[in-house]
């Protein structure tokens, strides 16, 4: 799908439906992509009690939500891996524990965790189009 930032909004709510009760996602695509701005936009669908921010220095960034239908406390871990160079460095910050559970987990640059990412990942690449437009695909 083809968008602009103003209709992402709308992209975000289309994605949680297309995802399904997949919770590990993957967001892949250059710099300045969008990859966070997405993933904000997926946060206000989701209302996340604080708005996300991006965990490049932090590498996690973990935030709540409340699900409607039985008031549960859910979480979100935002995952920005950018600066690790090798598996061993995922995990030894834990990251199995993000993969393996029943909430939500997106991840940037998760290129270098592939071969311990869950088979039912819910993949995304976005790619900067010459317009300005984003080029989203998903699987």
């Known amino acids: 799908m083809i968008y602009r930032l103003e209709e992402i909004s709308n992209i975000a709510q289309q994605l949680l439906a297309i995802a399904g009760n997949r919770r590990k ?6 710099l300045g992509a969008g990859k ?3 993933i ?25 939500y409340s ?26 910050i834990g990251i199995e524990e993000y993969l393996y559970n029943e ?6 640059w ?3 965790i592939a071969p311990i990412l869950p088979e039912d990942t819910f993949s995304v690449s976005i ?10 695909t998903h699987r």
């Open 110 to 112: 998760a290129e270098v």
């Open 36 to 38: 966070t701005t997405l």
């Open 25 to 30: 996602w993957c967001f892949y695509g250059e």
């Open 40 to 64: 904000k936009a997926i946060g206000q669908s989701l209302k996340l009690k604080e708005a996300v921010t991006s965990p490049t220095y932090s590498l996690v960034n973990e935030y709540t």
């Open 103 to 108: 909430h939500f987990c997106f991840i940037e």
């Open 127 to 136: 790619s900067l189009l010459e317009d300005g437009r984003r080029l989203l």
């Open 67 to 92: 699900n409607v239908e039985d008031q549960d406390i859910n979480y979100l871990y935002h995952l920005d891996l950018y600066r690790l160079q090798r598996i061993e460095e995922a995990l030894d």
